[in-house]
């Protein structure tokens, strides 16, 4: 069962998390999601867990739970398909630069305008 656990303090580390989540259960892997430039978390991660009943009780046990001073939410992870979408964005990125094209052939036709005024 893959679980994504929101609301992290910023220290909290993949070893903590994995720490928390061991109290219920078998954890398969626990990783908190840094930013790529200066590596420092994010503030949410994602733990997998063999065993659904495992998983389930510690998303009960630990969801709102206060570590570092914040409550932490834990819910089940969405599909890794769901986050596909992102290629959509990148599709409306092109689209977007097709109309900068358009806009450039437009400044061209306002030139042709300006002319006949």
Request: negative net charge; proline residues 1%.
């Given at each position: 069962?893959?679980?994504?656990v929101?609301?992290?303090?910023?220290?909290?580390?993949?070893a903590?998390?994995?720490?928390?989540?061991?109290?219920?259960?078998?954890?398969?892997?626990?990783?908190?999601?840094?930013?790529?430039?200066?590596?420092?978390?994010?503030?949410?991660?994602?733990?997998?867990?063999?065993?659904?009943?495992?998983g389930?009780?510690?998303m009960?046990?630990?969801?709102?739970?206060?570590?570092?001073?914040?409550?932490?939410?834990?819910?089940?992870?969405?599909?890794?398909?769901?986050?596909g979408?992102?290629?959509?964005?990148?599709?409306g990125y092109?689209?977007?630069?097709?109309?900068?094209?358009?806009?450039?052939?437009?400044?061209?036709?306002?030139?042709s305008?300006g002319?006949?005024?």
């Amino acid at each position: 069962m893959n679980i994504y656990v929101s609301n992290l303090s910023f220290n909290t580390s993949d070893a903590e998390l994995n720490e928390l989540f061991s109290a219920f259960g078998e954890v398969s892997s626990a990783k908190v999601i840094t930013d790529r430039e200066t590596g420092r978390s994010r503030g949410f991660g994602f733990v997998e867990m063999p065993s659904e009943d495992e998983g389930k009780d510690a998303m009960l046990g630990l969801n709102n739970k206060e570590v570092e001073g914040r409550a932490m939410s834990v819910s089940v992870a969405k599909e890794k398909e769901d986050r596909g979408s992102g290629g959509g964005r990148s599709g409306g990125y092109s689209n977007n630069r097709g109309g900068g094209g358009g806009y450039s052939g437009g400044r061209s036709s306002g030139g042709s305008g300006g002319g006949r005024w």
